[in-house]
């Protein structure tokens, strides 16, 4: 692949990530932050494996970024109570097992931290996610299929 192309999809990939950001809700946002924190997280252990001290460091560098400066310094309090002080906590033991797994090279630590962040990220997933909405066949608690005394209320144009 040419400079140019891995730029052009560079610039893509940024333009993407930007328009997500943009458009998603806040809980979308930490459910990113979240999968962020994994890749890099991931990309950090896979580094170690290979012998790329460099790239190692960056990488874990990143994911405890993501954890301190996006999902720790996003935390409410003085509404979250005990539950923002529980995660705070959570989160600077995931801070503290990154630095020492990248600076004594145990994946294991990595591995730790991935089932913390991916635990959090399915929770958050299920509450950012929109209740369905209903189906059109679906009958209003109480009324039997076909009773049509509240259909008027609930249709549009005549009844």
């Excluded at 809980?27 to 790329?52: C, F, P, S, T, W």
């Excluded at 720790?72 to 995660?87: I, K, M, P, T």
């Excluded at 913390?116 to 039997?144: M, N, V």
């Amino acid at each position: 692949m040419s400079v140019g192309a891995k730029k052009a999809l560079a610039a893509y990939g940024k333009q993407n990530l930007q328009a997500q950001v943009e458009s998603a809700s806040p809980g979308r946002l930490i459910v990113m932050l979240y999968e962020g924190a994994i890749k890099a997280a991931q990309l950090g252990k896979l580094h170690m494996q290979n012998g790329d001290i460099a790239a190692k460091g960056e990488s874990l560098s990143k994911a405890i970024s993501i954890i301190d400066e996006g999902l720790r310094l996003v935390l409410d309090h003085e509404q979250g109570g005990e539950l923002s002080a529980n995660l705070d906590a959570l989160y600077f033991y995931m801070i503290q097992q990154l630095f020492e797994a990248n600076l004594h090279n145990r994946p294991e630590l990595i591995d730790q931290v991935v089932t913390l962040l991916t635990d959090l990220r399915d929770a958050w997933e299920s509450i950012a996610q929109p209740a369905p909405l209903p189906t059109a066949d679906a009958e209003p608690a109480g009324q039997a299929p076909g009773d049509d005394a509240q259909r008027g209320t609930l249709s549009y144009g005549k009844a």
